[in-house]
């Protein structure tokens, strides 16, 4: 079992930068795949990036290709989201997920937090 639970969300204007935490609980978090997604008013959620268990391996929606960054610590069971250059059309819930398979699907990803609020004004 992981729980999961996001930090660094709010209010940032357009070209801002914001940094994305999601803390886990547990031991094993170095076993699991991580990965962003977010869910946009009206919208479903969908796919942001994604991180293998070593880092060795990342995955970004092409929305997000060259402005996000998704990195890991395994020593302190933390996994960020980097956003930079954000636009109005990022404003969403961003939600981090922990899964024992890699991939850029919902179903690949079994535990899920809560999710943290990113708003950027234009």
């Known amino acids: 079992q992981v729980q999961l639970g996001e930090s660094g969300g709010g209010l940032v204007q357009a070209g801002g930068s914001l940094r994305l935490s999601c803390a886990a609980s547990?031991?094993?978090?170095?076993?699991?795949?991580m990965a962003w997604f977010r869910q946009a008013p009206g919208k479903e959620r969908m796919f942001v990036a994604a991180?293998?268990?070593?880092?060795?391996?990342?995955d970004y929606a092409d929305s997000v290709k060259g402005r996000f960054t998704i990195s890991r610590d395994n020593a302190k069971n933390t996994v960020y989201l980097q956003m930079n250059s954000l636009s109005p059309e990022d404003t969403a819930v961003y939600y981090c997920a922990a899964g024992t398979y890699y991939g850029t699907f919902e179903r690949d990803y079994d535990y899920w937090g809560q999710g943290t609020q990113v708003t950027v004004s234009s």
């Open positions: 547990g031991r094993t978090f170095s076993a699991y795949a």
């Open positions: 991180i293998s268990w070593n880092g060795r391996v990342t």
